[in-house]
């Protein structure tokens, strides 16, 4: 009984030493959110009142824990606190479990938000979270990105806004076990946006999910891409994305919603692509140092794809040093809206399963509601993904 009793006495102590580990920290000036960050332990929250602040947030060897991560964050998700201009607008470096969430960033000329390995290629920070931030108007052209990551490992990027920026959004370089959901792209005039979310430089097990691309690049989701050798993460690694998921995603318009560029093995399914502006895919290699695979292993499966023979004049955009009849095709739904008896496409493997010409009777595109009305259509694109598919 007395053991019991100490038992209880010992495990409520650290139940309350948990809960009292987590410290609220409310600041509503840069001075104080600065020092609030450099005082940061395990388990505090610092909440940021709406309001107007420096860009240049430089962040450096942050670390929570698993169990008591540090959180920054807007005290107010609908009135989330303003980062504009500068260079950068937060720079989190050598980091981990490491939250930021609720805030807006906007009008930076180099990146968004910039988070790295400190330049320490083989100790990867790992268990950050990007979370409702609404990045805008980055660049606006040329290699400047939304969001970008160098050396992240078991990240997430959940439920942002990212629109208009010049480069990537964001850039993966040398990342791995990272997801990113539930985020919407969106285009803006004025702006290059090469691509939306780009995994490269040896990156790995990234899968990309339930996300919206509204006429948002020239490649919606790039899987692969072109990076330096002396960046890649791991060292010597021979591809430049390997074991890459995208599924239950809506791409409308993109030059090419897709791109593999020099992957080893990735997966495209549930996916809804209405009208691209060019190509459905392309399959290309940019990277070709002695021993790098070609860009093989792809699989393309129980997508929707609603498109017009006017705007796209090859289904695949194939390069040189690829191995595309190592790609797999299986059923997706293809439909040619301006000619329905056209809509089976060229592929450079044959698909098994394929449904092509009938008609899948979009509920409302002009509202961006792609949700089919044929029964059948009903099983392919983005509102037929579940979790296990």
Request: some cysteine.
């Amino acid at each position: 009984m007395q053991h019991a009793c100490l038992t209880s006495i010992v495990m409520l102590s650290l139940a309350t030493a948990a809960v009292s580990a987590e410290r609220i920290v409310k600041v509503t000036t840069d001075d104080a959110l600065q020092a609030a960050v450099r005082a940061a332990q395990p388990g505090d929250r610092i909440q940021v009142a709406a309001g107007h602040y420096r860009p240049g947030m430089y962040v450096a060897r942050l670390a929570g824990t698993a169990a008591a991560p540090i959180v920054i964050e807007g005290a107010d998700e609908n009135s989330p606190p303003l980062f504009e201009g500068g260079a950068q607008a937060w720079h989190l470096s050598a980091c981990q479990y490491v939250t930021l969430r609720n805030i807006a960033v906007r009008g930076q000329s180099s990146n968004g938000i910039n988070a790295d390995d400190g330049g320490v290629l083989d100790r990867p920070v790992h268990h950050l979270v990007f979370e409702k931030i609404r990045v805008t108007d980055v660049g606006p052209k040329g290699n400047h990105d939304a969001i970008k990551l160098s050396g992240v490992t078991d990240f997430v990027v959940r439920d942002c806004h990212l629109e208009g920026w010049g480069g990537q959004a964001p850039d993966m370089v040398g990342c791995h076990r990272g997801l990113i959901e539930n985020c919407r792209f969106v285009g803006k005039a004025g702006y290059s946006m090469n691509t939306g979310p780009q995994c490269k430089g040896g990156s790995s097990q990234i899968t990309i999910r339930r996300c919206t691309f509204l006429n948002a690049a020239d490649r919606g989701v790039q899987i692969g891409g072109s990076t330096g050798l002396a960046f890649f993460r791991p060292k010597g690694a021979l591809y430049e994305a390997k074991d890459i998921t995208v599924e239950g995603c809506t791409f409308v318009g993109c030059q090419a919603p897709v791109a593999f560029v020099g992957v080893d093995g990735a997966v495209v399914r549930y996916n809804t692509f209405y009208r691209p502006a060019k190509w459905v895919m392309r399959i290309l290699q940019e990277t070709t140092a002695p021993g790098f695979v070609p860009c093989r292993n792809g699989r393309y499966e129980h997508n929707l794809i609603v498109f017009r023979r006017a705007d796209v004049a090859a289904f695949v955009n194939i390069g040189p040093n690829t191995k595309p009849e190592s790609f797999t095709f299986a059923d997706n739904w293809w439909y040619c809206e301006d000619r329905p008896a056209a809509s089976k496409p060229q592929l450079p493997a044959a698909e098994t399963g394929g449904v092509y010409g009938i008609d899948p009777r979009l509920t409302d595109p002009q509202k961006n509601d792609f949700r089919p009305r044929t029964q059948k259509a009903a099983a392919y694109g983005a509102g037929a993904w579940k979790a296990g598919s």
